[in-house]
């Protein structure tokens, strides 16, 4: 921490560097590390009326975590319910983040390697420009495309390609293209920075010693961009197993996100120690696959923030 403000008072002054290791610090405890303290206290808690909270009944417990695997039934019993909306959850962000990946890594080599100058800018600002149009927005024109009169169907039936409208909605199709669509830059401009600092010269001694196009990827381009790799599949995984929106608009009628648990815990359950169990295991939980990713992949904190 010392260093990294001698570094920034060497290259923007003492008042700024003063200023922004301020802001951050009051931005990291207050928007993050206290909000996530005072959640992970909520977990502990009963659900009690006000008048009571601060009484003799409210003491620590952990009930809550509990009835995530137990249910109302008690010990003995699973809670199959939550148990499998967590794991589809999981599963879903982990497929989605492997999609992303596979569509956005010929994107980054493309814009990393073979575009240079006004093309390269050109191509990046092609990337960004949908992304002005709200979220929301996006997700609810996913919804018309997707829709049983939506575009696509109504595409694919004038085609000749199906004779019945296809319920995207209710196969996740729709969600799951939302998701990947919503997250996409996040994983292409990690893959670009990592691929574009690679030098020209290692892949054409690769080629000039016979290797092929795919040994000159996994053998030279893929081990080097491996921090850019790990970097974007955790910020798209994490966000894609938190999304909220997407799942509200996108889902089937009979498909739950975790994070929909969540919410309706706070917002119509009322059992704001409930929901803040439920974060906090799908925080948990989203961390350790995470760490686990990066152990296989033998990958650090410290290449990744590169």
């Known amino acids: 921490m010392r260093d990294l403000f001698y570094d920034l008072v060497r290259r923007n002054g003492m008042p700024v560097a003063i200023y922004l290791m301020l802001a951050v610090t009051l931005w990291v405890f207050i928007l993050i590390v206290l909000p996530q303290l005072t959640m992970f206290d909520y977990s502990f808690r009963l659900n009690l009326p006000p008048g009571k909270v601060g009484g003799p009944e409210d003491v620590y417990t952990v009930e809550q975590y509990a009835y995530l695997f137990q249910g109302s039934g008690g010990a003995g019993n699973i809670n199959t319910l939550d148990l499998g909306i967590l794991f589809k959850t999981l599963f879903s962000a982990v497929f989605v983040t ?18 240079t100058g006004a093309k390269a800018r050109l191509l990046v600002l092609a990337l960004i420009v949908p992304y002005w149009i709200n979220e929301i927005l996006r997700a609810f024109a996913f919804r018309i495309l997707f829709g049983s009169t939506g575009v696509i169907n109504e595409f694919g039936m004038g085609l000749g390609f199906w004779d019945n409208p296809v319920d995207f909605i209710r196969a996740d199709v729709a969600l799951y293209a939302g998701l990947a669509y919503a997250y996409i830059l996040l994983m292409i401009f990690p893959l670009y920075n990592a691929i574009e600092s690679l030098d020209r010269n290692q892949i054409e001694a690769a080629r000039d010693m016979g290797a092929s196009w795919w040994q000159v990827h996994a053998k030279v381009v893929i081990p080097y961009a491996k921090p850019g790799i790990a970097s974007g599949m955790t910020m798209v995984f994490m966000l894609t197993s938190g999304a909220l929106a997407a799942p509200q608009i996108l889902g089937g009628p009979s498909n739950l996100w975790f994070t929909q648990l969540v919410y309706q815990w706070f917002n119509s359950g009322g059992n704001w120690p409930r929901g803040s169990a439920y974060a906090m295991i799908l925080l948990f939980v989203c961390i350790a696959l995470v760490l686990l990713t990066m152990r296989i992949f033998k990958v650090s904190i410290g290449e990744i923030k590169r």
């Open 98 to 115: 492997v999609f992303d990946l596979l569509i956005c890594y010929p994107v980054a080599f493309v814009l990393a390697k073979s575009s």
